[in-house]
């Protein structure tokens, strides 16, 4: 299994990297007979794009050239919202979309981004691997959208700061603080009594450069791929929440795929999914060092005392009913951090 590597990962921010040389047999040349188009948000120097590439060539390959996968990152077909609709009427085969965008469509592909909830990247991926995730498809489905059975890690999210570092609950209150535009990031930095602003990706730099807000929150892999760095002071490794993107299609145009192709699309769309947390794990351990070298500060932090926060303040309460019973039964049985 081949592994990003940190210094792959750095210097595909200059070039866009290349695919990995894959004989194909002589039937490819021929005009394929399905083609699916494949969009999603990611920039070109992100993992995810590299991994689908790789799937899109092994599937190539292995169909014969029967069926083409197209990738185009980097919102090229639209926002996550505009491709989630185009994927729902036909108009897209297929997106790569984020948990959080998708829960405005299905509420409970947000559950995984419940604060504090995981206490590690396994744990978390066993959970989606398993009854939770099983859970979470199946609600999918039922919102006329099929869901690949891995889910594509983009992994626990590290909150950045210009002002100060972030140690405990305490050090964001008032504390302004860009969020995806989604009701559980509002509400859980609301909980805490930050000042949290929902703002789209493309508005995020300008936004902590003219210090509209004083800092944000990503993974450490869109820390350095927006170049978060220059803008920014400290990073705090809270690891306050783990997300993730879902591999969805359009019902109608995967059932008109040949069951054998089925096969081989999934299989390895999924094993790609699988590939990618092994990127993320070696990516946030050296990244730690790449982001430090261009002059961030690390601190690391305790999650007791902001779970302490989060209850105190009702936030478990308040989830627990919007996500029902069932799903929260479910989560708390997958996730050590709600025990």
């Not at 794009?49 to 799937?55: D, S, Y």
């Not at 926002?79 to 965008?101: A, F, K, N, Y």
Request: with cysteine; aromatic share 8%; proline share 5%.
């Amino acid at each position: 299994m081949r592994t990003i590597s940190r210094r792959s990962f750095l210097r595909s921010t200059a070039v866009v990297v290349a695919l990995p040389t894959i004989s194909i047999l002589p039937s490819v040349a021929r005009a394929a007979e399905f083609v699916f188009k494949c969009g999603h948000d990611q920039q070109p120097t992100h993992p995810i794009q590299l991994r689908m590439q790789e799937a899109a060539a092994r599937i190539k390959e292995e169909t014969g050239g029967r069926f083409d996968l197209q990738i185009f990152g980097n919102s090229q077909l639209g926002g996550d919202t505009d491709m989630l609709s185009q994927v729902r009427s036909g108009g897209l085969e297929m997106t790569l979309m984020p948990d959080i965008v998708l829960s405005t469509l299905a509420p409970i592909a947000a559950i995984n981004g419940v604060g504090f909830a995981f206490s590690t990247d396994e744990e978390a991926c066993k959970a989606m691997d398993g009854e939770l995730g099983a859970h979470v498809r199946a609600n999918v489905n039922k919102a006329g959208l099929l869901a690949m059975d891995k889910m594509w890690e983009n992994g626990f999210r590290q909150i950045t700061s210009s002002v100060k570092p972030i140690k405990s609950p305490e050090d964001l209150r008032g504390f302004k603080i860009r969020v995806p535009m989604g009701p559980l990031w509002l509400s859980m930095f609301k909980a805490f009594n930050a000042g949290p602003t929902a703002l789209n990706p493309a508005e995020l730099y300008s936004a902590l450069q003219t210090k509209v807000v004083e800092g944000q929150e990503n993974p450490l892999s869109s820390i350095y791929a927006l170049k978060l760095y220059e803008v920014q002071k400290y990073c705090s490794i809270t690891n306050h929440l783990w997300n993730g993107y879902w591999m969805l299609m359009n019902p109608r145009a995967w059932n008109a795929l040949p069951k054998d192709i089925q096969e081989i699309v999934s299989k390895n769309l999924n094993r790609s999914a699988l590939e990618l947390r092994s990127d993320v794990a070696n990516l946030n351990i050296s990244l730690v060092k790449t982001l430090t070298e261009k002059g961030l500060l690390f601190n690391r932090t305790d999650p007791k005392p902001f779970r302490d926060a989060l209850k105190k303040a009702g936030f478990y309460a308040e989830w627990s009913k919007k996500f029902g019973a069932e799903s929260w039964t479910i989560l708390t049985r997958n996730a050590s951090g709600l025990v």
